[in-house]
C-alpha cells in the first residue's frame, strides 16, 4: 500500500534538507516521534544512517529501526526499515523551483509471506490516518524551516 502526502514551504532546497536530514533532533521537530535513537553513523553522507524511531500508535509506544538506503543532497533520501512481516519504504523528495518549493513523503508498506499478506488487508482502511500522519510530519518540518 502506497500514500504519498505533500507540502509547499516558503524555503530554500538546502534549508528544508538540513531540516529534514537533522535525524538526531527529529523528535524535536516532528510532533508525531517520542524519541530517536542513532544506532550507526555513516563516515561521510547519510546512505547507511540507522536509527531507531519511536512514535505513539493507538496510546502505546512502538519503535522501528530506519536506514536511510539512498539520497542525493537537496533532493530526496530513500529509508527501509522492517517490523511484524513487512518492510516499510519510504522516500522524502524536495521538488519545484524559486515559485514553490514542495517537499513530499512517500511511504510503502510491503507484506512478506502469506501471514503479513492476510494481516495488510485490512489496511486499506487505515490509508487515511497514514496520510494524515505524513502530513503532520511535513507540517512539522515545514513549520521548522519556515522559522528560521
Not at 519511536?54 to 526499515?81: L, Q, S
Not at 513530499?104 to 502469506?114: A, L, V, Y
Not at 494481516?119 to 500522519?133: D, H, T, Y
Request: glycine residues 6%; without cysteine.
Amino acid at each position: 500500500m502506497i500514500v504519498e502526502a505533500t507540502v509547499t514551504i516558503n524555503g530554500s532546497k538546502e534549508t528544508i534538507w538540513n531540516v529534514m536530514t537533522d535525524i538526531q533532533n527529529a523528535a524535536q521537530i516532528i510532533s508525531g516521534i517520542e524519541k530517536i535513537e542513532l544506532l550507526e553513523k555513516p563516515t561521510s553522507g547519510l546512505v547507511g544512517l540507522k536509527w531507531r524511531e519511536t512514535r505513539m500508535y493507538f496510546g502505546k509506544p512502538a519503535a522501528v529501526e530506519k536506514r536511510i538506503t539512498d539520497a542525493a543532497e537537496n533532493e530526496y533520501y530513500k529509508t527501509r526499515a522492517e517490523s511484524d512481516g513487512f518492510v516499510f519504504l519510504s522516500t522524502m523528495t524536495i521538488s519545484g523551483n524559486i515559485s514553490g518549493i514542495r517537499l513530499t513523503s512517500s511511504h510503502d508498506s510491503i507484506p512478506q509471506g502469506i501471514a503479513a499478506k492476510l494481516k495488510s488487508l485490512p489496511m486499506v482502511f487505515f490509508r487515511g490516518m497514514v496520510k494524515k500522519a505524513l502530513l503532520q510530519d511535513l507540517n512539522d518540518i515545514k513549520s521548522a524551516v519556515e522559522r528560521k
